[in-house]
Protein backbone atom coordinates (compact mmCIF):
# COMPACT_ATOMS: atom_id res chain seq x y z
CA UNK A 1 0.00 0.00 0.00
CA UNK A 2 2.54 2.41 1.00
CA UNK A 3 4.48 1.53 -2.44
CA UNK A 4 1.31 2.34 -4.32
CA UNK A 5 1.19 5.90 -2.59
CA UNK A 6 5.27 6.55 -3.06
CA UNK A 7 4.57 5.79 -6.77
CA UNK A 8 1.49 7.85 -7.71
CA UNK A 9 3.24 10.83 -5.45
CA UNK A 10 6.11 10.45 -7.83
CA UNK A 11 3.76 10.93 -10.72
CA UNK A 12 3.08 14.37 -9.78
CA UNK A 13 6.98 15.12 -9.16
CA UNK A 14 8.52 13.12 -11.71
CA UNK A 15 8.53 14.50 -15.41
CA UNK A 16 7.12 12.35 -18.12
CA UNK A 17 9.54 11.94 -20.98
CA UNK A 18 10.35 9.58 -23.99
CA UNK A 19 13.38 8.49 -26.06
CA UNK A 20 12.93 7.89 -29.75
CA UNK A 21 13.02 4.32 -30.84
CA UNK A 22 14.90 2.42 -34.20
CA UNK A 23 14.86 -1.09 -35.52
CA UNK A 24 18.50 -1.46 -35.50
CA UNK A 25 20.13 -5.85 -37.34
CA UNK A 26 16.26 -6.95 -36.19
CA UNK A 27 16.14 -4.90 -32.34
CA UNK A 28 14.64 -1.84 -31.34
CA UNK A 29 17.12 0.35 -29.73
CA UNK A 30 17.03 3.92 -28.77
CA UNK A 31 18.11 6.78 -30.46
CA UNK A 32 21.19 8.65 -28.21
CA UNK A 33 20.10 12.44 -27.52
CA UNK A 34 16.50 11.68 -28.47
CA UNK A 35 15.15 11.83 -25.04
CA UNK A 36 12.29 14.79 -24.81
CA UNK A 37 9.44 15.38 -22.74
CA UNK A 38 5.61 14.84 -22.98
CA UNK A 39 2.47 15.85 -21.43
CA UNK A 40 2.57 14.18 -17.73
CA UNK A 41 -0.81 12.27 -16.51
CA UNK A 42 -0.58 12.58 -12.75
CA UNK A 43 -2.62 9.48 -11.26
CA UNK A 44 -5.34 10.93 -7.82
CA UNK A 45 -7.32 8.72 -5.73
CA UNK A 46 -9.39 6.83 -8.28
CA UNK A 47 -6.48 5.60 -9.65
CA UNK A 48 -4.90 4.27 -5.92
CA UNK A 49 -8.03 2.78 -5.37
CA UNK A 50 -8.65 0.67 -8.70
CA UNK A 51 -5.55 -0.37 -8.89
CA UNK A 52 -5.62 -3.52 -7.23
CA UNK A 53 -8.99 -4.35 -8.90
CA UNK A 54 -7.04 -3.94 -12.42
CA UNK A 55 -4.20 -5.87 -11.21
CA UNK A 56 -6.35 -8.64 -10.18
CA UNK A 57 -8.45 -8.52 -13.46
CA UNK A 58 -5.17 -8.51 -15.56
CA UNK A 59 -3.64 -11.57 -13.18
CA UNK A 60 -6.95 -13.56 -13.41
CA UNK A 61 -5.92 -16.71 -15.92
CA UNK A 62 -3.07 -16.75 -13.72
CA UNK A 63 -4.35 -16.81 -10.82
CA UNK A 64 -6.91 -19.37 -12.09
CA UNK A 65 -4.50 -21.93 -13.53
CA UNK A 66 -2.50 -21.41 -10.03
CA UNK A 67 -5.58 -22.85 -8.27
CA UNK A 68 -6.14 -25.62 -10.73
CA UNK A 69 -2.32 -26.84 -10.33
CA UNK A 70 -3.08 -26.46 -6.54
CA UNK A 71 -6.52 -28.61 -6.66
CA UNK A 72 -4.87 -31.29 -8.74
CA UNK A 73 -1.55 -31.29 -6.20
CA UNK A 74 -3.98 -31.67 -3.75
CA UNK A 75 -6.03 -34.69 -5.08
CA UNK A 76 -2.85 -36.55 -5.58
CA UNK A 77 -1.40 -35.91 -2.28
CA UNK A 78 -5.46 -37.64 -0.96
CA UNK A 79 -5.20 -40.37 -3.34
CA UNK A 80 -1.91 -41.26 -2.10
Given amino acids: MLIMIVFIVFTWIIPAGEFEYTNFNGRQIVIP ?4 KVESNPQGLF ?4 APIKSFMSAA ?3 GFCCFILIIINSANSIF
Avoid: D, E, R, V
Fill in 61 to 63: QII
Fill in 33 to 36: NSYH
Fill in 47 to 50: AFLT
